[in-house]
């Protein structure tokens, strides 16, 4: 009788840790929110966000986030317009993915109110371009069922990666501009809730 207590024990304990193992995440779009920076005339800058974000986080750490390009929101509906025209080619680009990887013992070992750095390797496909780069953010249990992923600082966009600059000079035209900056500090806070 002993041994089949200490055996359902133990098998009661591989099966919270297989179902915590296997949690899967989904962003929440009305808690999320991606941030870039636009800096025109040289020392202007505006801050400017994308309204629909999509995305997940699997079990084994695998993390996609889709962006919305024509959900660009810069507070301007002229501008708004523009970019999606000319900047991002919202016709044939409708959408900027990132994947990463994140490590998924570190994120199932976290407690609740813990917060986490990490440098994680990933890559953004946008406007037809893909180019490796490092995350750093921070990953916080707020709840048993709710992550927060924020960036620890900025990450720095060259527009010129991405074959950007032509409707960058674009938008400088119309607006009749001296100058708008191809580096695009970006910025993020993405909440995803646990899906079982």
Do not use: C
Request: net charge negative; charged share 20%.
């Amino acid at each position: 009788m002993k041994k089949m207590n200490v055996w359902l024990s133990t098998l009661g304990f591989l099966l919270v840790s297989s179902a915590a193992s296997a949690t899967q995440w989904q962003i929440n779009n009305n808690e999320s929110q991606i941030n870039f920076i636009s800096t025109k005339k040289t020392n202007i800058a505006e801050v400017h966000q994308f309204d629909k974000i999509a995305g997940s986080l699997a079990d084994n750490g695998e993390f996609s986030v889709a962006i919305d390009l024509a959900s660009v929101d810069t507070g301007v509906e002229i501008r708004d317009s523009r970019m999606k025209e000319f900047l991002f080619n919202i016709a044939d680009f409708p959408k900027a993915v990132i994947s990463a990887k994140l490590p998924p013992n570190e994120i199932a070992q976290l407690e609740v109110g813990q917060t986490k750095p990490l440098s994680v390797d990933g890559m953004l496909e946008l406007h037809g371009q893909k180019q490796e780069m490092t995350f750093e953010v921070l990953v916080t249990k707020v709840t048993a069922n709710e992550l927060l992923v924020v960036s620890a600082h900025p990450v720095i966009l060259n527009a010129d990666n991405y074959k950007l600059a032509k409707g960058i000079e674009k938008l400088r035209e119309l607006a009749n501009l001296p100058s708008i900056s191809h580096a695009v500090p970006v910025s993020f806070y993405l909440t995803l809730n646990a899906t079982n």
